[in-house]
């Protein structure tokens, strides 16, 4: 992240919590970002994110988490990550900003991980204390809040009852979740109804390549 957003991000943080509706609301107010229809569905780095000043929803998701990895690392105590859910009072999110009629809810701490969830044609934050490192590790998801990364309110808790679930084969409705990006992997269940990462394909092409690599060897021996 670069230095200014760094510095706003920097707002949204004390030494016991995460603001995490501060986190969109900065940028919105202090650098004018907001929503954007990305016609080629692309996901923007987040140097493109920052110059076109905003992004579809994968984008704002991926700017969130972003933002919180940078707040996570930070040399603080664990703090909580508080959003925002309708309640009586006032929720303040940084300066004179402030949700009318809401009050906080904890959603997890430093201690967790964030995850991007894709489900109805819409992507959000999930937070989980659980570390998904493989394809089958996809469904530790289940029962972890979920929280709405261009305003920082609670959409829902994973799985339970009328709210999105992780997508399987034996049950995967167009609202359910199909869609999972990680640090460093990418998650999707749009193939044979089987939850594929984006390693588990450079591991396939891998293979075949080493078995392609050894049959024009041993083609080479063969004509030698």
Known sequence: MSPRLQYLADKCTSNSEIN???IPIAVKAEEGWDYKIDEGDRMLSLDDFALN???DCEDWSLYF???YNYLKQED???RDIVSAVPGMGNFRIYGDHYYADARG???GTTRDYAYVICYDSHCIIAVSGQEIKNSSDVYKLRGAPAVEPQNGQYMFTIGNLLAPDICSE???SYYDIWMIITDNDIYD???NWQWVSYRDYYDAASYYKNKIDAMESLIEEEAG
Do not use: S
């Open 53 to 55: 000043k905003g992004g």
């Open 189 to 191: 269940f749009h193939y």
């Open 105 to 107: 809810r904890d959603i």
């Open 76 to 78: 603080r105590p664990e």
């Open 65 to 67: 988490k972003a933002a």
């Open 20 to 22: 995490a509706p501060c």
């Open 170 to 172: 034996e049950e995967c």
